[in-house]
DNA sequence: CGTCGGATTGAGAACGTTCAAGGGGCGTGG
DNA sequence: CCACGCCCCTTGAACGTTCTCAATCCGACG
C-alpha cells in the first residue's frame, strides 16, 4: 500500500502540465500557486464536511489530513492520511462521502474540480495520468481491505509503519504526525491496543522512539515479517 | 455501499457510447457485443491472476465474479463481488493487484483496456462518465472501510444484505450466489460467524429463507437498524 | 507549578474465532 | 433408482485477541 503512495509508483513518468502536478506527488516540480489558491488550516480544522456538495480538489504542501467518517454513534474512520505533497478531495461524485479535517497546521491548495476536468479533457497526456492516478487510488483503497479484513493488530500497525516509511522518505525515522486515536481509527483498532503494539515492538527491539510522535526502524526486516508483507 | 451500485447512482445519466455501457449498469441499454468478447467461465474459474500484467476490462453479462487477494498463509480477502451488469478489471495500472475469479457460472465480455482508454479520450461524454465511474469505486470502496473497519459481525452481514438487494433489484428477495466463506472473506469475519448471524435474523424475523442461497428480506427497517446504516 | 490532552499500562469482559461434530443438497457411479 | 461422497452450511463449546474501563504517566502550555 498505500493510495496516493501508489500515484508516484514507477509507470507514472513526468508531468509537463501543470494542473496534474496535483495528481503527482509534486516532487521537483513545484507547485503552481498561479492555478489554485493557497489555504491555511489550524489544527483540527475541517476542510470540508461528509455530505457537503464537492467543490475543489486539495494539495497538500504542509502538514497531514485526514479524511474520515463518523457513524451517529460516534465511531470513527479514517479513510487515510494525505500527506505533504498528496492529493485529496476526490470522495464523491456530486457529495463529499468523507469529512477531510487537518491533522497538523497544514496548508493545502485548492483547485475547483470543474477546471481540474477541463484540463483533463482536452489534455491527452493529462487524461492519461489522471487514469492512472484513479487506478491506482482504487486498488490502493482496496488493499487497505486486507489489512482492515484479515491482518491482526500487529500486522497492521507494522503494515501502516512500513506504508508511512515509504511515502514519508525519511529513510528509517518515520514521522507520525497523527495521535493513537488517529491511527486506530485508520487501522479499525483502538488507542490502547496500538499503544501497546507499539510498545511490544520498542521491547523487542523492532522500533524506537524518542517522543511519541517520532519512530525509528532498526530492524526493518522484523517489521515487514510482522506485517506479513503480502507482496504488492 | 458498495462500489459498483454507486456507479448507477442518480448522477450518471444514460450514455449514448456504447463503449461506455461498460461503466454503466446497462440497464436498458443492451450489450454491444462487436465491441468485446465474449466469455463462458466455469465456477471457479480464474479470469487473472493477482500480479498478472493488465490487459483487458470486463462486464458481466450474467452469473458473479469475485476480485480477491490471498496472503501467503492461505487468508483470503474478497475485494468485491461483481454482479450482471457491472464492470471489473480495472485494480491495478500495470499489473492486476486481486485476482478475479468466477462465483457462479458466468459469461463476461471483455474490453481491451487500451481500446476502452481510446475511446474515452476522444469523447468528452465518455471522458466524464468515465471520470464519474471511478471517482464512485473510489469512494465505495472507502465506505467498505466503515464496515471493515469500525462495524460488529451483525452490522456487516446486515449492510452486505442490503447491499445486494440494491444492487439486485429484485424487491425483497436477495439472491446469494457465493458461498459463507465468500461472504465471509468480503466481511473480514469466518463463515461460522456468518452462518450464526443468518440463523439470528432468521429467528429475529427480519429474514427468511427457503434454501441458503435465497433470503428474503421480511422486516427492512429492523435490517437497517441492524446494519447501523449511515447515510451513504 | 498546575492543568489538560494524549499516551501508556493493567485487569476483566466481550466478541468473534477455532475446533469439532452433525446435517443437507447435489452429482457421480453402481 | 439408490448409495455414496463431497462440499457447504449449521450449531455448539472453548479459547483467544482485542475491547472496555480505569488508573497513571508524560509532555506541552499557560
Redesign the pocket.
Known sequence: MHIASLARGGSAPALPFPALDMLSTGEGHGLQPAFGHPLRLERGAEIYAEGAPVGDVYKVVSGTIRTCRYLQDGRRVVAEFVLAGEAFGLDGVDHHHFSAEAVTEAVVISFPRRQLNEWVDHELPAARAWRNFMIAKLSGAQSHFVLLGRK???ERVASFLLDLAERGNSGALVDLPM???DI?DHL?????????I??GFKRGGIIA?R???KVRILDRARLEAEASRDIL
Open positions: 491482526t493488530a500487529a495521535s493513537r486515536y486506530a479499525g483498532l483502538t488507542a490502547e491496543t496500538v499503544s501497546r507499539f510498545s522512539n517522543d511519541c510522535r
